[in-house]
């Protein structure tokens, strides 16, 4: 069964604020980070089950998270359905779990402006 991708317009804006951060730091990189993230959602998207359940999140729905490999990032997510909802693309030492109010307003993310 593949999963329909839905982000929250934050996590979005994070993934693309983020790029243009490494873009500027290094030619290339920012084109790298994206890559990466790309792989992290191909693997969830593959098998979502299989990667690690948020330790300190205790609510409903079950919320994930895929590490990439070179970046101090996470894809934070959970699936419902058919549906693979991303809430953060999180740096994994800056702000620890801002994005859990994200959870929330999941019905809500169309009317979300960031």
């Known amino acids: ?13 994070e993934l693309e604020d983020e790029a243009v951060w490494y873009e500027l730091k ?4 920012g084109d790298d980070f994206l890559t990466y993230a790309q792989r992290a959602l191909n693997d969830v998207l593959t098998n979502p089950r299989s990667w690690q359940k948020i330790q300190d ?3 409903k729905p079950v919320l994930r998270s895929r590490g990439f490999t070179k970046f101090p990032f996470r894809l934070v997510y959970y699936t ?3 549906k693979l ?3 953060a693309y999180a ?24």
Do not use: C, E, F
Not at 26 to 29: E, F, V
């Open 1 to 13: 069964m593949r999963l329909r991708v839905r982000r929250h317009p934050l996590a979005t804006k």
């Open 26 to 29: 290094q030619p290339g990189l």
């Open 57 to 59: 999140w205790s609510g």
């Open 80 to 82: 419902k359905g058919k």
């Open 85 to 87: 909802n991303i809430i």
């Open 91 to 114: 740096h994994t030492s800056r702000k620890p779990n801002y994005w859990q109010d994200r959870v929330k307003d999941g019905a809500d993310w169309d009317k979300i402006r960031p």
